[in-house]
């Protein structure tokens, strides 16, 4: 499989990149928002560089979702919302651990949802987060909670019962993903590029606004597109701590040999810039 960029990590980009950004550092603890610096012409080009060699590569991508099996999502991919199909699927499936009266009320609810146009926002996507400490964001809680995503827990509202019995169907997970860059439609110009220098400049700069990306593309991911499926709570015991540092560690001595290794990789830079 190929490498992958991941997007919090600028120890990713290739070492010309990297002696770009250093020549920026000045910047970086000036200023908290990358924002601050796009007037800049000098630094334009180079986010334009970077941006166009991040969408030119493949890049890591994180799915939270619950898997009704293991090994489901390895042997079958992940495929685009489709509300309709969650549904028949989730009631064809599992309608033996419903009671006929849970069964009558789910059928129901989702018949009357379906055709009342409340069309979810995620329809014919498959979103991810781009960077992984989003996985722990508020907003990835209900996929880890209730199986099926919003095709199945939105006609409930805040309906307990309902979404008490989803609950009980499949493990949180979330699928690690590699794929084009190109291939995921995001919502800001620059955006890879705004989400991985973010990260370098946190790392000189407590203060650092660091860009959070999320993205989503419209196709089917094929199972030889799937790094690897983990269980919720092994992906934050493995992920979290690095993440948590490179969130946090600004000015600290883990930060000092993350820059130093940046330094390594890096010609030295002389300019004042």
Same mark, same amino acid.
């Given at each position: 499989m190929d490498v992958a960029i991941r997007l919090d990590d600028p120890l990713s980009l290739p070492k010309h990149l990297l002696d770009a950004v250093r020549q920026f550092d000045s910047q970086f603890r000036s200023a908290d928002y990358i924002d601050n610096l796009m007037d800049d012409s000098g630094f334009l080009i180079f986010v334009e560089e970077i941006e166009t060699f991040l969408r030119g590569n493949n890049i890591l991508a994180y799915h939270c979702t619950k898997e009704i099996c293991p090994g489901y999502f390895r042997e079958k991919g992940l495929r685009p919302l489709n509300a309709r199909q969650h549904i028949n699927e989730f009631l064809k499936h599992f309608h033996d651990k419903l009671t006929p009266e849970q069964f009558r009320k789910f059928k129901t609810k989702c018949d009357d949802w379906l055709t009342s146009e409340t069309i979810p926002n995620r329809e014919g996507k498959i979103w991810f987060c781009l960077s992984p400490y989003l996985v722990k964001d508020s907003g990835t809680k209900r996929f880890f909670s209730y199986f099926g995503g919003e095709a199945l827990y939105g006609p409930f509202?805040?309906?307990?019962?309902?979404?008490?019995?989803?609950?009980? #169907? &499949?493990?949180?997970?979330? +699928?690690?993903? !590699? =794929? /084009?860059?190109?291939?995921?439609? +995001? #919502? *800001?110009?620059? =955006?890879?590029?705004? $989400?991985?220098?973010? *990260?370098? =400049? %946190?790392?000189?700069?407590?203060?650092?606004? !660091?860009?959070? @990306?999320? &993205?989503?593309?419209?196709? =089917?991911?094929?199972?030889?597109?799937? @790094?690897?499926?983990?269980?919720?709570? +092994? #992906?934050?015991?493995?992920?979290? /701590?690095?993440?948590?540092?490179?969130?946090? #560690?600004? &000015?600290? $001595?883990?930060?000092?040999?993350?820059?130093?290794?940046? &330094?390594?990789?890096?010609? /030295?830079?002389?300019?004042? %810039?």
């Amino acid at each position: 499989m190929d490498v992958a960029i991941r997007l919090d990590d600028p120890l990713s980009l290739p070492k010309h990149l990297l002696d770009a950004v250093r020549q920026f550092d000045s910047q970086f603890r000036s200023a908290d928002y990358i924002d601050n610096l796009m007037d800049d012409s000098g630094f334009l080009i180079f986010v334009e560089e970077i941006e166009t060699f991040l969408r030119g590569n493949n890049i890591l991508a994180y799915h939270c979702t619950k898997e009704i099996c293991p090994g489901y999502f390895r042997e079958k991919g992940l495929r685009p919302l489709n509300a309709r199909q969650h549904i028949n699927e989730f009631l064809k499936h599992f309608h033996d651990k419903l009671t006929p009266e849970q069964f009558r009320k789910f059928k129901t609810k989702c018949d009357d949802w379906l055709t009342s146009e409340t069309i979810p926002n995620r329809e014919g996507k498959i979103w991810f987060c781009l960077s992984p400490y989003l996985v722990k964001d508020s907003g990835t809680k209900r996929f880890f909670s209730y199986f099926g995503g919003e095709a199945l827990y939105g006609p409930f509202g805040q309906e307990q019962e309902c979404l008490e019995i989803l609950k009980e #169907f &499949g493990n949180p997970v979330v +699928v690690k993903v !590699i =794929a /084009p860059a190109s291939d995921f439609k +995001v #919502f *800001h110009q620059y =955006a890879f590029t705004r $989400d991985i220098i973010s *990260h370098y =400049a %946190r790392l000189i700069n407590p203060e650092y606004h !660091i860009y959070s @990306v999320e &993205g989503y593309f419209s196709r =089917a991911v094929r199972p030889d597109e799937i @790094v690897d499926v983990y269980d919720k709570e +092994v #992906f934050w015991a493995t992920f979290w /701590p690095e993440i948590e540092a490179i969130l946090h #560690f600004a &000015g600290s $001595d883990a930060a000092r040999d993350r820059i130093s290794m940046i &330094g390594c990789l890096a010609a /030295p830079i002389n300019s004042s %810039r």
